[in-house]
């Protein structure tokens, strides 16, 4: 198992590498110049011509490319071409932002799809099913940031519930730092808690119709216990994979709802730069995502391991 | 083998329903048997007449499949099960009563060690520590012969065999010393060799414990080998009930006839003879005798007019058939 994930792990440079250099070419054929976009309103040709010679911009891609790459294994991202400021620096302040998002988003997903899942599974057929069937359908096809807006709308003007937007941090204050996630937590969640929840029916109907379940039955077991503890945690092999799927989807989705929420995280950093084909934060966000990403699959083989033992040893 | 022991199980009129896309359909109609303490009770029938739903029944579990029982009672113990609900229920499943089933390897759950599966039963009804418990797993793994059992306690059911997993299960099932266990179809899965080892580990644990046993089987050889009494079962009710010497020197019923027929001897030159036709699905019963359409005794307006019941046709022994007095049937045995 845990030579699985070593190799898995092992590949992760590879992916960066590959990553980068698309993301690098990408930005590359936007038709934004940076040196434009630094010169300001009425350039001067020249300025533009001596911004352009400062940063390099006139490199072939590949050379510049593998600067920016040298200067990345010895851990620095480079600056912004803007603020002037170290991306890395900016990058690691931003991520306790997105990672409380994706904390609080991730705590929906498994309690609500593992609570829906269940109340779906139970009478297979009766209403609940239905209505779980019913429900999820319409939340998948949601847009999430209309759903934020929604939110907002109702809770933040109409009823003032929860702040509209900006950002708390922890340190500051738990309470408000978790009331100002809610609404964004929960509009990033909907449409993973319906796929995990519709997933978890699916998948937990059928186990319970395992012989295995009859055995627990027939020991004398509490439903209680043949839910959750002898059906659950083979049920939820399936839907580990669905559920790693809707986290990548979560690092995403965060970029427009940081916008909705004016949440000042890695995605308004991201969406700034790349308006004005500023590269280094925007390999900067990406190459960190990636890693997110890569962990959290890591994270999916291991708890893999844990449910079922045929793929330890 | 002599039974004299006293009254365990009380079958008496069990009938149990499915609700199915037409109404409610009749899985089992009217099944009465008894199992004595120490006994071994065989139940035999071909597939699809009732056999495994009525050992369901008896604990209760057709419930979580959508059944009911309208009528019948089963008497355990003193107490009529039908009429307890689940959490009384639970606290015989298991404790009092253990059960085994046709398919030893998916009867476990993959997702735990063959001990913690064992030792859920006994804290479950026992409540005692978690090392007691296990320490108690492993004396039963030791008891249903399995090598190294403190080993194979931390062993996943995949990493055991069929035969070693029907082991398992009789373990679990005997974990709180039951005083009956329900088999149904123990041995059907496995290779011929290791059902005669499960067969004869059975019989060890029965004399040594003296369990008393319902022995669900489609294999009239394994209920001759194994039973004491065997009632007969066909489209969900209890044809022919007798003592095992009684029901193979002289079966009363056609059906078990028929299915004495049908099993090839040694030595005897004969052709095999197969019942004509198939068992008929719940809810297309014939009406009067649900085997006149398949008997080759059948008469008309005796046989297919009026519902038949179990009719006295000897010494403890009963057969639904209203011709049970006029008909020399052949049995098996050459006394």
């Not at chain 1, 993301?23 to 040709?45: C, E, K, Q, R, S």
């Not at chain 2, 899985?27 to 004595?36: G, I, P, Y």
Request: proline share 6%; hydrophobic share 50%.
């Amino acid at each position: 198992m845990l030579k699985l994930v070593g190799r898995r792990l092992a590949w992760a440079p590879l992916i960066l590498l590959m990553i980068s250099f698309f993301v690098f070419t990408l930005v590359d054929l936007a038709p934004v110049d940076p040196a434009v976009a630094m010169a300001g309103n009425n350039p001067d040709p020249a300025l533009i011509a001596q911004l352009r010679h400062d940063f390099h911009l006139s490199d072939p891609l590949p050379v510049r490319y593998v600067r920016w790459l040298g200067h990345a294994l010895h851990g620095d991202l480079g600056n912004s071409y803007f603020t002037r400021q170290p991306v890395g620096r900016s990058v690691l302040d931003m991520l306790p932002i997105n990672l409380s998002m994706m904390l609080v988003a991730v705590v929906m997903i498994l309690v609500g799809g593992v609570l829906l899942g269940v109340l779906g599974a139970l009478r297979p057929g009766k209403i609940l099913d239905r209505l779980v069937t019913a429900g999820g359908s319409v939340a998948v096809a949601v847009p999430p940031f209309w759903l934020g807006l929604l939110m907002v709308l109702y809770l933040s003007v109409f009823h003032q519930v929860f702040p509209a937007i900006g950002y708390v941090k922890f340190s500051t204050s738990p309470w408000e730092w978790l009331k100002h996630l809610l609404m964004p937590g929960f509009a990033l969640s909907t449409l993973p808690i319906a796929t995990v929840a519709l997933q978890l029916k699916g998948s937990l109907t059928e186990t319970l119709g395992r012989d295995y379940i009859l055995t627990a039955r027939a020991k004398g077991l509490a439903s209680k216990t043949i839910i959750f503890k002898h059906a659950l945690r083979n049920a939820a092999i399936p839907v580990l994979t669905v559920f790693g799927l809707q986290v990548a989807y979560i690092i995403g989705g965060s970029v427009i709802i940081e916008q909705v929420f004016g949440i000042p995280g890695l995605g308004s950093y991201l969406i700034t730069a790349a308006q004005a084909g500023d590269i280094n934060p925007i390999l900067g966000v990406v190459v960190l995502s990636t890693m997110v990403v890569i962990l959290m699959n890591a994270a999916v083989d291991i708890a893999y391991g844990f449910l079922n033992p045929k793929l330890r040893a | 083998m002599t039974v004299d022991g006293a009254l365990l199980l009380d079958v008496d009129g069990l009938t149990v329903e499915f609700n199915g896309p037409n109404g409610w359909v009749r899985a089992v109609e009217d099944v009465s048997f008894q199992v004595h303490a120490g006994e071994i009770v065989g139940l035999v029938g071909e597939s699809g007449s009732g056999k495994t739903v009525t050992s369901l029944g008896v604990l209760g579990l057709t419930r979580a499949q959508g059944g009911r029982m309208p009528h019948g009672r089963v008497v355990f113990e003193g107490t009529d099960l039908v009429t307890l609900d689940d959490k009384a229920l639970n606290r015989i499943r298991g404790r009092r009563i253990g059960m085994v089933f046709q398919q030893p390897i998916r009867s476990l759950n993959p997702a735990f060690t063959i001990g913690e599966q064992i030792a859920e039963t006994i804290r479950h009804h026992e409540g005692i520590s978690r090392s007691d418990a296990w320490a108690r797993t492993v004396t039963l793994l030791d008891k249903v012969h399995i090598p190294e059992p403190a080993k194979r306690a931390r062993q996943f059911p995949h990493e055991f065999s069929g035969g070693m997993c029907q082991r398992a299960m009789i373990a679990m099932a005997l974990s709180c010393s039951p005083s009956l266990l329900i088999a149904d179809e123990p041995t059907t899965a496995l290779d011929v060799t290791v059902q005669a080892v499960v067969l004869d580990l059975m019989r060890e644990i029965q004399a040594e414990t003296g369990v008393a046993i319902l022995f669900i089987s489609h294999d009239l050889g394994v209920i001759a080998d194994m039973a004491d009494t065997v009632a007969v079962m066909y489209a969900g009710q209890v044809v022919e009930r007798a003592s095992v010497e009684e029901l193979f020197i002289s079966p009363r019923h056609p059906y078990t006839a028929g299915l004495m027929a049908a099993v090839p001897r040694v030595g005897q030159g004969r052709q095999l003879v197969a019942i004509e036709g198939n068992v008929p699905d719940p809810g297309n019963y014939p009406t009067g005798c649900r085997f006149h359409n398949r008997c080759e005794h059948a008469v008309a307006m005796r046989c297919d007019t009026d519902l038949i019941p179990l009719l006295p046709a000897g010494e403890a022994h009963d057969s639904r058939c209203v011709r049970t007095s006029e008909l020399m049937l052949e049995g098996v045995v050459v006394a």
